[in-house]
């Protein structure tokens, strides 16, 4: 059963110090929603509203968490943990350079790809646990998820979308594998500079 508050204690538990922060009530929110327009040319107009965001300790919400449901809840979440987890292994400063640096911080972000890789991942699975396998494998979710990287949401991030595409794809093969491992495929390599 899917349970939000517990898991915000348990995330508590675990980050000492760790925080929750409505976006709106945020003066860095929302200097970084001013930033991210102008670097965007305005595609990115949905940052105070419907993404949520960790730095540090601290979890910034979204206008929309109020209406979110329960499971969704904990679907974001499992994913914010991961950048929890990051966080504490790379520090701000690392962070900070993985998140905005290599290559371009608009463009081709090769360290905010791998970044969100790792927490998207856990938002498959999580899907997968919650919603059920069919829920990780909808093409709408995959639609969603792969243009998060190419477009103005993130910065078009990894401009590469069949790059990202495989990435999906290889994840979605590992919960089908965990889900019945006699359909096991080997997932294919990725070729991060491609474009084709």
Do not use: C
Not at 62 to 70: H, I, M, Q
Not at 104 to 111: C, E, H, M, R, T
């Amino acid at each position: 059963m899917a349970d939000a508050a517990a898991l915000l204690a348990e995330i508590a538990a675990e980050f000492p110090g760790f925080r929750v922060v409505y976006k709106r009530n945020s003066p860095l929110s929302r200097a970084i929603d001013g930033a991210l327009r102008a670097l965007t040319l305005g595609r990115q107009r949905e940052y105070l509203t419907r993404y949520h965001t960790v730095i540090g300790r601290t979890l910034y919400l979204p206008d929309a968490w109020a209406s979110t449901s329960e499971i969704a809840r904990v679907i974001v979440l499992r994913h914010e943990r991961v950048h929890l987890h990051q966080f504490r292994r790379y520090g701000l400063l690392g962070m900070a350079a993985l998140y905005l640096l290599p290559l371009f911080p608009v463009g081709l972000a090769w360290g905010r790809a791998r970044l969100e890789w790792e927490a998207y991942r856990e938002t498959l699975a999580a899907t997968a646990e919650l919603r059920g396998l069919a829920a990780a494998q909808s093409p709408a979710l995959r639609e969603e998820i792969v243009d998060r990287f190419v477009s103005g949401a993130y910065g078009w991030m990894w401009p590469f979308r069949r790059t990202v595409e495989r990435w999906y794809d290889d994840v979605i093969r590992e919960l089908e594998a965990r889900t019945d491992p006699s359909s096991r495929r080997p997932p294919r390599r990725h070729r991060d500079s491609e474009e084709a």
